[in-house]
């Protein structure tokens, strides 16, 4: 069954830094696009962060840029992203997503996980 | 920074043809896809490249795209399609979101 499931969320002082992990199965990582999308609870959706298929170059939302990172791990098949420097306003359901298509994207996320939280408070 | 407009709601009765529009500017120059959330649910995708339908998301769902707004119809809506609905396009090296429409089977 092809799946990706999130782990790593958790409550985080504002500053403080968190690693999100994201284990894909069913298919390899290497052969396909992979993001990052949050929601605020009730809200709705914003990318975060995305990573090409063939590793060609990443990507960050402006609200996150310099301190998120998205990287992986092709031996684990996973996909991380690192929070630093973390603010009340980055609270939100993460969700890790696949993008259709492989080297050919559709330029949609055809695979979700159910997300991990997140919670920035003091 | 783009942004993609959608209406908050849309109500629509059993049986009946529910249209939710997605506006950006020159939206029809890109490829949009449509997610569907019911509560407490990870987004499904339903439609994407503007008209295809993913395996699996009944034939009721169609999806337009030209000049400024997207479109997704759903014909002949069931309870089951009540939901909120995302559109979701590229531009400039970021996915951009739509601001969500809740749909409403009465």
């Known amino acids: 069954e092809v799946q990706v499931v999130e782990s790593g969320g958790g409550v985080v002082r504002p500053g403080g830094s968190l690693r999100l992990s994201c284990a894909a199965s069913?298919?390899?990582?290497?052969?396909?696009?992979m993001n990052w999308v949050r929601q605020v609870p009730g809200k709705g959706l914003e990318w975060v962060s995305g990573?090409?298929?063939?590793?060609?170059?990443?990507g960050h939302a402006d609200s996150v840029k310099g301190r998120f990172t998205i990287s992986k791990d092709s031996a684990k098949n996973s996909l991380f992203l690192q929070m630093n420097s973390l603010r009340a306003e980055d609270t939100a359901l993460y969700y890790c997503?696949?993008?259709?298509?492989?080297?050919?994207?559709?330029?949609?996320?055809?695979?979700w996980g159910r997300g991990t939280m997140v919670t920035v408070s003091s | 920074s783009y942004e993609l407009t959608q209406p908050p709601s849309v109500s629509v009765s059993p049986g009946q043809t529910a249209t939710i529009p997605c506006s950006g500017d020159?939206?029809?120059?890109?490829?949009v896809c449509w997610y569907q959330q019911k509560p407490g649910q990870s987004p499904l995708l339903v439609m994407y490249?503007?008209?295809l339908r993913p395996s699996g998301i009944p034939e009721r769902f169609s999806g337009s795209n030209s000049g400024n707004t997207a479109t997704l119809t759903i014909g002949g809506t069931q309870a089951v399609d009540e939901a909120d609905y995302y559109c979701?396009?590229?531009?400039?090296?970021?996915?951009?979101f739509g601001t969500g429409t809740k749909v409403t089977v009465l």
């Open positions: 979701q396009a590229w531009d400039s090296r970021s996915y951009v």
């Open positions: 069913g298919f390899t990582l290497d052969d396909y696009a």
């Open positions: 997503a696949r993008e259709a298509g492989g080297s050919s994207s559709k330029q949609a996320f055809d695979v």
């Open positions: 990573m090409n298929w063939n590793d060609a170059g990443t």
């Open positions: 020159n939206l029809g120059n890109k490829y």
């Open positions: 490249q503007d008209t």
